[in-house]
């Protein structure tokens, strides 16, 4: 079946510090694909869009200079968190749309700002 | 702007038993999809069940039933003979109909399966 991957699983970073992380479509292509930030025992609130070719749709309160999205391929979509802080620290999910119909999740990244 | 609400934030049933886990939601859009996800502890979003607006029938997915009440814009999720592997944090979520659309998460109601 569709895999989606996240690299890397987990992460710790000193705060001021830039983290990438990765979302990749194994076997299909993606045009589109989000990304969800997961607060512990809270719910996945989405973040942005990101499109293939095109800049990323940032949801309202989310800013788009400390997280930048690059889509740059049909199966790689990366989240940048620049400057990181701990109130940055969270679990971010990265879903992978296939077709008009069908998404996956991939496993997430956690996310720990020192 | 589309909402999911998730009453329960906890519920226990007993291992074998049967459960019920309530949704509803709140939208003017008349093609979407609902969703049941399960994260288990390795936080990895597993699809239980889908059911798209315009399907009258309930969706059924082996021990997973759906009771979609659209009038009500209701829609809550039924596990029977509970398993251990059952326990989790489950979310309701909407999807607008529209190519390409993100999900819309309720807050979640953690399923504790008791032996």
């Known amino acids: 079946g569709a895999v989606v991957s996240q690299h890397p699983s987990w992460v710790i970073c000193k705060s001021g510090t830039s983290v990438k992380i990765e979302c990749r479509s194994l076997?299909?292509?993606?045009?589109?694909m989000f990304w969800y930030r997961q607060f512990p025992k809270q719910s996945l609130m989405l973040m942005a869009t990101s499109n293939e070719g095109s800049k990323a749709t940032y949801e309202q309160g989310v800013e788009k200079d400390k997280f930048l999205i690059n889509h740059a391929s049909l199966t790689l979509s990366t989240l940048t968190v620049t400057s990181a802080h701990p109130e940055d620290s969270s679990f971010y999910i990265c879903?992978?749309?296939?077709?008009?119909?069908?998404?996956?999740f991939g496993p997430g990244t956690r996310l720990t700002v020192l | 702007a589309q909402t999911v609400t998730q009453s329960q934030p906890e519920m226990s049933v007993q291992e074998a038993e049967t459960v019920t886990l309530s949704c509803t939601y709140d939208t003017s859009e008349s093609d979407y999809y609902l969703f049941w996800y399960k994260q288990p502890p390795s936080r990895q979003m597993i699809l239980v069940i889908r059911q798209e607006a315009y399907k009258q029938q309930n969706a059924t997915e082996n021990r997973f039933s759906v009771n979609f009440q659209k009038a009500a814009k209701s829609f809550s999720l039924k596990i029977s003979d509970s398993q251990l592997g059952d326990a989790a944090m489950y979310f309701c979520?909407?999807?607008?109909?529209?190519?390409?659309?993100?999900?819309?998460f309720g807050p979640g109601t953690r399923l504790s399966v008791l032996p």
């Open positions: 076997d299909f292509q993606a045009t589109t």
């Open positions: 879903s992978a749309r296939r077709g008009p119909n069908t998404q996956y």
């Open positions: 979520a909407y999807r607008r109909g529209n190519y390409g659309q993100n999900f819309v």
